[in-house]
Structure formats: structure tokens, C-alpha cells
């Protein structure tokens, strides 16, 4: 069989093909009255990463979905890709995944069924390190390629981090570099080093169970990951949430060291401008290239992550024993004219 470039078959890649926030806060807008459901925790007004319903029991279900298309070539890695990122949004909210159903979109006329097959076996594959069966899903005949994951997942109730609970004077992490959209969109143009892409899909690849672990931390009073709509986004809706601002310390964010050579040559995706356009007014004075790494689409993100101040250490102590060295980004600080400000 000819050697298949899914990446040639899409328009987009990863989270970059999400719906820019200004154009999905128009979307989710509705002057209807909202119907009351009591035991929903979680919904779509704080712009969480899943929802979550509480069983009365002191258990919660969580049910996220995602899917995108094509950010790399090979099709096991997309599907593993793509299945690690839909995980994420149960890690995120601190539960365990316990579930998933594959959504699958094919151009059924242009590339053949056993490309897909192998999308699904990758699926698969990051199923079984997440400890969940892939117990079914749907597909259809489509334009463009696109894979993702419907995941349920459950989280004890006292263990539930949401976006939008963060306290003033909260420390803030990241667990992922940050560079993925700039350094995959190098990839579509043939201009990425082999070494850089296997970093960024290396990252991709991680699945982000430490949220699980998180949610069992008192500490961590709150969570989201961060994908399509950068650091920055996914920041602003973690303080608008809480009725908070944000500072960060642009020197001390995890991102990729081998970015700047492919920004000189303009390897940004789209989304990053679309995701300026929408919140860049609520941002500080940015560099250039603050503002292409900071709201540079991450596809497969890190957790960011708030904790009580005084914790700290006890909480850096606590990742390092599980394998990662994490230090403090930024903090939450009392409601400013701007959410973010970034030195």
C-alpha cells in the first residue's frame, strides 16, 4: 500500500482545529431558559473540560469528548495521539477514566480502510496503558480525516477540580512544555528536525494521569488542562472562573528550547492568531514571541495547575516522587483590569 501523509488530508492539525473562543462563546450563547439539573456539577458555563454529574452517592461521573484531525502522518500515532488528548479532559478534572467510545470520521473515496484500521489500533493501544476498554463508538463517511475519543470517567466528590476555583495568592504549574502547534505546523511544512518532532510527539504521547493523583491533593484547589486554545486561553478562563487575574513569569514556562528558529520562519499555526484575536485584549504587553509560544494551540497539553501557597514545596516534593520536576509559573493575584499579565 502507498505510503499515506494523513496530514495532507486536513485543513487543520490537532487542537488547532478548534473553534476560536470569541466564535464559540457566539455559538454556546442561548437567551432560553436554562433547565435546572441539581446534581450537575459541572456544565457548560464555567467552560470546564468535562462535565460532571454527581450520583448522590459521594461519586461523580465525568463525560468529556474530543477529536480533531490529523496532527502527524502516521495513523497508530494519530489515534494514539488523539486518544491521549481526549483522556486528558477526566485527568483534568482530578478523576480516573473508566471508559471510551471512538468517534471516527473517513474519507472513505480517498484514503483506504486499513489506514483507519491502524488509527483505531493506536486508540487502542493508549486505552490499555490508561487501564479502559475502547467498548465501541460511531464513524461516518467524511471530507477529512478525524479521530477522537467520547470518555466517561468518575471521581470521588471531595476529589473534583474544576477551572474556576483557583484562590488568590495560588501557586501556578505547568507539566507540559509548550511549543507543540508551532513545532507540528514546522512538520507540514517540511521543515521540522526529526529530533524536535519526536519531542513534541513524545509529549503528545504522555498521558496526563498525574491529574488523578492531583485530585487527591487538598492542596490543589484547581485544574484544567491546556490545548487549542494556549496557555493564555485556557489561563483566562481559569481567572475569569474564579474572579481572578493572573501573572506569569514568561522565563520560567516549560516550552520546547528549539522554537525560535521555526517562529523566524513563520512556522505558527493559524489558531494561534485566532485565539489572540479573541482574548489578546485582556492580556499585558506582550513580545512577539511571548505571544506566539504563549498562545501557540497545544494539541495532548500539560495539566495546569493551582495550589494553596503555603504548599508549594510540599506539592513540588510530591511530583518529583512521582518523576516530574515542576516549578512555579505564575500566581493568582486580586481581579486587575487585564486577566493575565505576563513579564
Known sequence: MTEIKLTQYSHGAGCGCKISPAVLDTMLHSDSPKAKFPNLLVGNDSKDDAAVFDLGDGTCIISTTDFFMPIVDDPFTFGSIAS???????????????????????????IPAEVAQRVLEGSRKICAEAGIPLAGGHSIDCPEPVFGLAVSGKVKKENLKRNDTAKEGSLLYLTKSLGIGITTTAQKKGIVKDEHLQMAVSSMLTLNKLGADFGRLPYVNAMTDVTGFGLLGHLTEVCEGSGLSAEIDFSKVPKFDFLDQYVAQKSMPGGTQRNWESYGRKISTVTDIQKVILADPQTSGGLLVSVDKESGKEFEAFCKAKGHTLQVIGNMIPKQELCILVK
Open 84 to 110: 491521549v488528548n481526549a483522556i486528558s479532559d477526566v485527568y483534568a478534572m482530578g478523576g480516573e477514566p473508566i471508559m471510551a467510545i471512538a468517534i471516527l470520521g473517513w474519507p472513505i473515496n480517498k
